[in-house]
């Protein structure tokens, strides 16, 4: 009795510090998400994102920007595979560092605008993950700031239009 009630503690004790190791899929069945699309996790937790087909990067944005990368943040950059890959994909890992919500989203051109973005310890009121996700989806009407570069890429000149002038 005594005996087993000191082996569990011992069993129960490192297990109080071990941090968590979380996976989340990146667009997995061709579809334009992080499965889960957002986790909570504590500092020190680790997280491992699975690259699935297409050609895809996990950025660390911001609430108010949600498609635009952070400087200096986390960024896995692009992961392309191939669609007849089904095994073995490339995977890149996060450890957290911060409480704070973190706030990502994939920078291939027209995913984020899409939905595709993904989010760590995102508030339950006020900057939730839903109203990120509308802000991404949003600036598909907006021309986000993918668009924008993109749009500068074609048509550089149309693109120094300042906003004000642009009716
Ligand atoms: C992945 O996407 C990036 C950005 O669009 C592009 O530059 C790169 O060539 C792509 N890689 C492949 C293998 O398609
Ligand atoms: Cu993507």
């Known amino acids: 009795m005594m005996f087993n009630a000191i ?19 990146v667009g997995p069945n ?7 699309p957002y986790i909570s996790a504590s500092v020190g937790d680790k997280v491992t994102f699975r690259f699935h ?19 200096d943040g986390f960024n896995s950059g692009f992961n392309p595979v191939a669609a007849d890959v089904t095994s073995n ?3 890149a890992t996060l450890t957290v ?18 939905g ?12 939730t ?9 949003a600036t598909a009407a907006t021309g986000g700031s993918h668009a924008r570069a993109e ?3 074609r048509f550089p000149r149309a693109a120094l239009v300042p906003k004000d002038l642009d009716q």
Not at 53 to 71: E, G, I, R, W
Not at 116 to 127: K, L, T, Y
Not at 129 to 137: I, T, V
């Open 129 to 137: 993950f839903d109203k990120f996700k509308a802000s991404a989806l």
């Open 30 to 36: 061709s579809q334009l998400i992080y499965d889960p």
């Open 7 to 25: 082996l569990a503690v011992l069993f129960a004790l490192p297990l109080a510090f071990a941090w968590t190791h979380h996976h989340v899929e």
């Open 151 to 153: 749009m500068a890429r």
């Open 53 to 71: 087909q297409k050609n895809h990067t996990v950025t660390q944005t911001s609430f108010p920007a949600p498609c635009t990368p952070l400087f």
């Open 89 to 91: 994909f490339p995977t």
């Open 97 to 114: 560092l911060v409480d704070t919500p973190l706030w990502f989203s994939c920078q291939q051109t027209g995913h984020c605008a899409q």
């Open 116 to 127: 595709m973005v993904f989010a760590i310890n995102a508030p339950d009121s006020g900057n």
